[in-house]
């Protein structure tokens, strides 16, 4: 009886291991693909060949030139950093209401939030971006063609900026149009809230007694220990931002102002995709993602396994 469990059991784990690592070779086709490609020429893509004959490493230097993939990617690098600030200070301290901070209508204000997550984005689309253009609210900021007009005539810029400041602006090409929307996010107000109420009500009861008030408590004590959901909420928030590609393309018109996933877009030409250097656009998108990953794969695992548990 036993020797048969035992068999049981060994053929159990060996069709668990045989569908993983299935699985996780059909996942990195993909990948594998656009690695292979992107060392390509354009001849070998279009005979769609497995392995080029000769790696091209030059087509990523050409995909760096051509298309002046530093502006794109320091557009990125820019737009990722103000996203992220926004959408750390936002979900830590929304979370830390919901998880902590006992309030008239809290569960049910909470609730509303999560039904958001219910909602697919191509519905929000339309709204949000007649919201951005200012045809719905009147927003503040600053009036473009005023600032254009201003510097031309040989003013300063801050007086510039404060002198085409007002109300029913456009948010069309401007850097908020392109992070504030992302600096709210209702899976990651859910993620941290599981998290901070699953911490002892010991710990804020000793810290009322030495005189502590929420925010002190949520900076000294909550922070320190939740290391782990807030490099889960810091990765997804970067991937976000960073892959963001619909969004970008439709609030801006201008090269200028778009990061590297619309930036990849321009190997799409009007004789047909440049496929080889459209790969190595990518493979070069890809790299930052790859790197905060390695870095925080240790406290996002954790994050994602102890979320919502008790201790």
């Not at 291991?17 to 059909?26: K, P």
């Not at 109300?167 to 990651?188: D, H, Q």
């Not at 890809?286 to 406290?299: D, E, G, H, M, S």
Request: include cysteine; charged fraction near 10%.
């Amino acid at each position: 009886m036993a020797k048969r469990s035992r068999i049981t059991r060994v053929i159990g784990q060996f069709i668990l291991y045989f569908l993983l690592t299935f699985g996780a070779m059909v996942a990195m086709i993909p990948l594998f693909w656009m690695v292979s490609t992107s060392l390509m020429t354009i001849g070998e893509t279009i005979n769609r060949q497995l392995l080029p004959n000769t790696p091209q490493f030059i087509n990523y230097a050409e995909a760096w030139d051509q298309s002046r993939f530093e502006r794109y990617f320091l557009n990125s690098i820019i737009i990722t950093t103000i996203t992220l600030i926004g959408l750390m200070i936002s979900s830590v301290l929304a979370g830390y209401a919901f998880g902590r901070i006992k309030f008239p209508g809290r569960n049910i204000i909470f609730a509303i939030l999560l039904s958001t997550m219910m909602i697919p984005e191509s519905v929000t689309v339309l709204p949000n971006q007649l919201l951005v253009r200012g045809l719905i609210i009147p927003l503040p900021g600053v009036d473009q063609r005023v600032f254009d007009t201003c510097i031309a005539d040989g003013g300063q810029w801050l007086s510039c900026q404060l002198s085409s400041f007002g109300m029913g602006v456009s948010w069309i090409n401007s850097l908020t149009a392109l992070t504030l929307p992302f600096m709210a996010s209702a899976f990651s107000i859910f993620l941290l809230r599981q998290f901070f109420a699953q911490i002892p009500d010991e710990l804020w009861d000793a810290a009322r007694m030495d005189g502590a008030g929420h925010m002190r408590f949520l900076w000294q004590i909550v922070l320190p220990i939740s290391k782990a959901p807030l490099m889960t909420v810091f990765l997804f928030g970067f991937i976000g931002s960073w892959n963001a590609f619909m969004w970008p393309l439709l609030v801006t018109t201008k090269d200028v102002k778009r990061p590297i996933m619309v930036g990849l877009w321009s190997f799409v030409t009007e004789a047909g995709p440049e496929t080889h250097l459209l790969m190595a656009g990518a493979v070069i998108a890809l790299i930052p993602i790859l790197i905060i990953y390695f870095l925080t794969q240790k406290q996002f695992t954790q994050g994602i396994a102890t979320t919502g548990l008790k201790g």
